[in-house]
């Protein structure tokens, strides 16, 4: 996310999914060209590598449409062959419909314990600002994990865009990589 709160830039649309000047905000893992390879990976800072794997060791993901869609649905494999579940009132667009790691649901509660199921004792990653905003209703998301880029976007999408109550927060750690400080938090319900 950028320092003033954006984790993507104006102007989203499917074939601008970071919006204007977004990519910015995640080359601290993919570099000024967009791409991860193994020699990208040994580039990475200690701090940088130790975040991207423990992203990588999730054992499902659950992603708002808004955030899977414009990301081409990561190729139907974000990651190690792990599920995919989608939260959305909508079924799965033709393009996604036959990936079969992809599963379209439009209720919470069955997406998460489907992806609890999945992930046995591992994390369930959460993309998207929709998804993490409705899980925090549910009381639902146990870890907000926050790669704050040094760029100002001005304007875009933000990390959240409505509450219903106060959200605290415990910081559980803080790494410092080349270009992004890495924060996770314990969320606090009440």
Known sequence: MSVDGFI????????????????????????????FDERRFADLTDSDRAVY?????????IAGRGTFEPAGGWGGDHHDGVPIFVLSRHPA???????PLVTYTPDISTAVGRARAAAGDGSILVHGSGAASMLLAAAE???IQLHVVPVLLGRGRQLVDELHAQVELELMSSRQGAEA???RYRVRYP
């Open 141 to 143: 998301l146990d870890e």
């Open 53 to 61: 794997e423990e992203l990588m060791s999730t054992g499902a993901v």
């Open 8 to 35: 993507a830039g104006p102007n989203v649309a499917l074939d601008n999914g970071l919006g204007d000047g977004g990519t910015r905000l995640h080359e601290w893992l993919l570099g000024p060209d967009g791409s």
């Open 181 to 183: 400080l890495h924060l």
């Open 93 to 99: 667009p033709p393009r996604f419909a036959d990936m």
